[in-house]
């Protein structure tokens, strides 16, 4: 069984700082993994994906993520926070997503941006 | 036009009462979810459908009931809502490959 853990369930940055949050997952078999945001009264919105391939993903709004086996990681990051990345974003895991089209979430990070 | 909608999207009710949570797509999607969000816990699954004719409890199903009315609709039901109940629900759906679930706006429930 899978699940994931996400470090830190808020983050503060200025704007223009680098955004990095941190997902860790664990599962028995290669997972797929998510990012998912969630801006406020919305919805959650698809950042980017890891399914197989290369292990550094590139998303949406200059969003990417690296999937590190050795490290169980697939933290997401972005050179240069906005105001508009102010959302609460969701770190997630499939392990059997040809089997069983379940996936796992984290906590979740509320991103804050300074000005 | 949004493909996946949900209503309501607000409903306070009190204890007791029965509720029913709608969900709507125009993706064609086959797969179709339901979700609640509580702070801290992030997104737990409660029912998920993978046509109209199968239907399996996720992690926290005991409350809840489902109803896949059509490959469009998906509803969810809450027979006797208790005050632990309040959260905020997520209907979602899938595509058949790599699992990537598209979300509705949510419906924010409080039970009194």
């Known amino acids: 069984a899978q699940s994931v853990t996400q470090l830190g369930s808020h983050v503060s940055v200025s704007e223009g700082a680098l955004v990095l949050l941190r997902c860790n997952y664990s599962?028995?078999?290669?997972?797929?993994l998510f990012w998912y945001v969630q801006y406020p009264n919305q919805g959650l919105q698809l950042l980017l994906k890891y399914t197989t391939g290369a292990t550094l993903v590139k998303g949406i709004n200059g969003f990417e993520a690296e999937f590190k086996k050795s490290e169980t990681s697939f933290h997401l990051t972005k050179p240069s926070a906005h105001m508009s990345d102010a959302a609460e974003y969701f770190c997630a895991v499939s392990d059997q997503p040809k089997v069983d089209y379940k996936l796992s979430f984290g906590a979740g990070t509320t991103v804050t941006v300074r000005a | 036009d949004a493909d996946v909608t949900q209503t309501p999207r607000n409903r306070i009710t009190k204890t007791g009462k029965r509720i029913m949570l709608e969900c709507s797509q125009t993706k064609g999607h086959d797969r179709m979810y339901w979700y609640r969000q509580d702070p801290g816990l992030g997104l737990r699954l409660i029912y998920y459908?993978?046509?109209?004719?199968?239907?399996n409890k996720g992690e926290i199903s005991d409350g809840y009931s489902v109803s896949r009315q059509a490959q469009a609709k998906f509803s969810l039901s809450l027979e006797s809502a208790i005050p632990n109940q309040t959260a905020l629900y997520f209907c979602?759906?899938?595509?058949?490959?790599?699992?990537?679930?598209?979300f509705g706006p949510g419906t924010r429930l409080t039970v009194l």
């Open positions: 599962s028995s078999v290669p997972p797929y």
């Open positions: 459908s993978f046509d109209v004719k199968d239907i």
């Open positions: 979602a759906t899938s595509t058949l490959s790599y699992n990537e679930q598209f």
